[in-house]
């Protein structure tokens, strides 16, 4: 069975920071394209940022308004995909989801972790 589980979420003041973490288990994190997702109250559910699956060569792609502010990374021994979010902006509260997919149906989603940012 696919679990995505994430965590790190919180309520953090504007310019904080904060790392969510998405622990894998029945796939390897290396082996599927990796994202983050959020939706925020009221709105769609929108790409934060992808990384495509390997070790070597990945292709990271950052929604612009967190380009420089947000990290992703991937630990291949942890079967852990992370992302670090630093200077957040109340604009970047919102549920954060883990999603995996290597395409033919294989695509698995987290259950979520709320980010608030608020002063």
């Known amino acids: 069975q696919v679990r995505l589980v994430e965590s790190g979420g919180g309520s953090v003041q504007p310019g904080g920071s904060l790392r969510l973490s998405c622990a894998a288990s029945?796939?390897?994190?290396?082996?599927?394209?990796m994202a983050w997702y959020r939706r925020a109250p009221g709105e769609q559910r929108e790409l934060v940022v992808s990384?495509?699956?390997?070790?070597?060569?990945?292709?990271?792609h950052y929604k612009d308004s967190v380009k420089g502010r947000f990290t992703i990374s991937r630990d291949n021994a942890k079967n852990t995909v992370y992302l670090q979010m630093n200077t957040l902006k109340p604009e970047d509260t919102a549920v954060y989801y883990c999603h995996a997919d290597r395409g033919r149906g294989y695509t698995y989603w987290g259950q979520g972790t709320q980010v608030t940012v608020s002063s």
């Open positions: 990384i495509t699956s390997g070790a070597i060569g990945s292709i990271i």
């Open positions: 029945g796939i390897f994190v290396n082996e599927y394209d």
